[in-house]
């Protein structure tokens, strides 16, 4: 665990490094802050695609970090949102507060809670999430909450790696994110 943090470190550090001339980014590179200490690592890439609106792709490993819960997951997750940021600056493409659509999907076996062995949990969720993003230079820190429904087969803890489900259905998200920014804004439109 203390590699895989050392290296997401020095590679931060270095892109931040490589970066440090540019202004007006519009590609970014995050990490959900709090995702290894719920068993999970996740990594955001998010592009401007105009002034207003971006993309953002996640893909994850589920049992990469801290097991809080003592399941013992393994897995993958993916999300996919399409970002409306309001009152867009035109020097700052990524920066503001936003409401966005958003797919996510988890797959993973974990130990049972009653049971001998392990069980799987497969679940996808359609949620709207509302947030604020703040990003200034280099620098990109992204604090959201979200609702949605779900469809799967539920986790004893109802948890999975990157949304809540209650009723086997109702979704809820919430997290904070910290990354950089990269990309000249030159070549948006």
């Not at 290894?36 to 695609?49: I, M, Q």
């Not at 013992?72 to 507060?97: D, M």
Request: aromatic share 18%; charged share 15%.
């Amino acid at each position: 665990m203390k590699k895989i943090v050392s290296v997401f470190l020095a590679l931060f550090f270095a892109m931040t490094m490589l970066n440090a001339q540019q202004r007006d980014h519009k590609n970014a590179f995050k990490t959900t802050f709090l995702s290894f200490y719920t068993g999970s690592a996740k990594l955001t890439y998010e592009r401007a695609v105009k002034l207003g609106q971006s993309f953002e792709i996640t893909g994850g490993g589920i049992g990469l970090g801290y097991d809080s819960f003592g399941m013992k997951p393994k897995g993958a997750l993916f999300r996919f949102a399409y970002k409306f940021i309001f009152f867009p600056q035109e020097h700052f493409l990524l920066n503001g507060l936003y409401l966005k659509p958003e797919l996510a999907i988890s797959c993973f076996s974990y130990d049972a809670v009653e049971a001998v062995g392990r069980k799987m949990s497969n679940m996808g969720t359609l949620m709207a999430c509302v947030g604020y993003q703040w990003a200034k230079k280099i620098f990109i820190a992204e604090g959201f909450v979200g609702m949605g429904v779900g469809y799967g087969n539920d986790s004893d803890y109802e948890y999975h790696h990157g949304f809540v489900d209650r009723f086997g259905w109702l979704t809820f998200t919430f997290g904070l994110k910290v990354g950089f920014t990269f990309g000249n804004k030159s070549t948006l439109l």
